[in-house]
């Protein structure tokens, strides 16, 4: 196994065993059934995408408001969690920091501040002991990498014990912006539910157009992001090209770049963590770097961390690439 990828921003103190501040350190069983529905839900759905378009029941409409909404989660994810909270990639005003969060609550992926505690504890054991959702996790057998697999995509969210957020992610727990949208999580969750619906029946004026905007830009568009989000734990943790010196497994998959919004250069992001820019070569499509840098133009955001040609240069397998 590799080495621990070192994270300096993160304590390594023994794990505290005061409750953590958002929901404490376990998931109840209600936590956990109302996860599983919305797993279940959005993957038979996507499942079922197909048959229902090929009947007719996919208008402009749906491709629109599904698109939309897609992107903007994605980003919130993305952007939001990701890079801004997670790994302080760039410095925004209160209303970019507020309005990533609301939009990353959106994909339906958890409160911000419980994400951010996850993911800073997978980059501090990334593929070792303590990896929430490494997918070698069970060895390196067939079987094992099987296993890890699924543990990894999606497994490790049932998992009852939880990060605990006064180690990992004390200084997002000290934001009363953050804290108050983490705290009204089911607001935006119920919001990203209802939306897209509301938008079908004011653009067609029909029933019809609601209830196809609320299974294409709802559960269908949930289903692809979540999928999509996991991949990156799964997929890009097992397969993809290794081009960055990083002490774990991560790879480059470039037929997620684009729906994950340039996420699956995984390798470079554990090779430099902090970057605000993923897909750092030639033809390597990184959206959620060009928000970013969009959002930089506009001065909304400030200090952001570009990866430069040098720090590049140092951070490849062969410096001359």
Not at 47 to 69: E, K, N, Q, R
Not at 264 to 276: C, F, I
Request: proline share 7%; charged share 20%.
């Amino acid at each position: 196994m590799p080495r621990e990828h070192p994270m300096t921003a993160i304590d390594d103190r023994p794990e505290p065993t005061v409750r953590a501040t958002m929901s404490g350190d376990h998931q109840s069983w209600a936590e956990r059934f109302a996860l599983a529905l919305f797993i279940a839900v959005p993957f038979i759905a996507f499942v079922a995408a197909i048959p229902v378009a090929w009947g007719g029941w996919l208008g402009w409409s749906d491709i629109v408001i599904t698109f939309v909404m897609y992107a903007l989660t994605l980003h919130g994810v993305t952007v939001g969690y990701h890079r801004l909270f997670t790994h302080k990639s760039f410095k925004p005003n209160r209303a970019v920091k507020i309005t990533f969060a609301i939009l990353g609550s959106m994909a339906v992926e958890g409160p911000v501040i419980r994400w951010v505690a996850d993911h800073r504890k997978h980059h501090k054991y990334s593929d070792k002991d303590g990896d929430p959702h490494s997918p070698w996790r069970y060895g390196n057998s067939l079987r094992g990498l099987t296993k890890g697999f699924v543990w990894a995509h999606v497994g490790w969210l049932f998992d009852p014990e939880q990060t605990p957020i006064e180690k990992y992610a004390p200084d997002l727990a000290k934001d009363r912006d953050l804290v108050r949208i983490s705290r009204t999580f089911w607001v935006w969750v119920l919001t990203s539910i209802f939306l897209p619906p509301v938008l079908g029946a004011l653009l067609t004026w029909s029933w019809q157009g609601a209830l196809t905007a609320f299974f294409w830009g709802t559960v269908v568009r949930i289903g692809l992001i979540h999928h999509v989000t996991w991949s990156i734990n799964s997929i890009c943790h097992t397969l993809g090209e290794r081009p960055f010196a990083s002490r774990d497994f991560s790879g480059n998959v470039w037929w997620l770049a684009i729906p994950s919004g340039g996420e699956s250069w995984h390798n470079l992001h554990h090779a430099d963590p902090t970057s605000a820019r993923h897909g750092v070569k030639r033809f390597q499509l990184d959206t959620s770097a060009r928000v970013i840098w969009v959002l930089e133009k506009l001065g909304w955001v400030r200090d952001v961390r570009w990866p430069t040609p040098e720090r590049i240069r140092a951070k490849s397998v062969s410096p001359a690439a």
